[in-house]
């Protein structure tokens, strides 16, 4: 017997200054003028940092249904980095090596560049649904 469930997920987005550093060379970029956001439900949350250089998301799966089901390995890191016009790989293994409540930096497993990004200005709360077959 299948069950369909209703997931609530809030999503708060703000305006945000990011960068990237290369860890090996500890070359830095400037500053880059963005937006940030940050979303959870009971199945996943993510955050990321969006402008007109590049896109980064970190996410994590809890729930093993929900996961197994759509490629994820429960309680992983995945982080994908939109850039050049080319859409990162979703299912990239990474590591969040700061955060805090107004600030995040990552990276994904096989790469030394690391993104990070602080909250700026508070822009709005959203709330989504989204139907889940258990």
């Excluded at 990004?117 to 822009?123: H, K, R, V």
């Amino acid at each position: 017997m299948t069950l369909v469930v209703r997931a609530e997920a809030g999503c708060a987005a703000f305006e945000a200054i990011g960068w990237n550093e290369n860890l090996a060379s500890g070359a830095k970029s400037g500053l880059i003028t963005g937006g940030s956001w940050r979303c959870s439900n009971t199945y996943a949350a993510g955050a990321g940092f969006v402008s007109d250089d590049y896109a980064v998301t970190v996410h994590t799966c809890f729930d093993e249904i929900f996961c197994s089901d759509r490629g994820f390995e429960v309680g992983a890191i995945y982080v994908q980095v939109n850039k050049d016009g080319i859409k990162g790989n979703f299912r990239a293994r990474g590591q969040v090596l700061k955060t805090d409540r107004k600030s995040m930096k990552v990276k994904q497993v096989d790469s030394d560049v690391a993104y990070s990004w602080t909250d700026g200005e508070y822009n709005q709360f959203n709330t989504a649904s989204l139907l889940i077959e258990r």
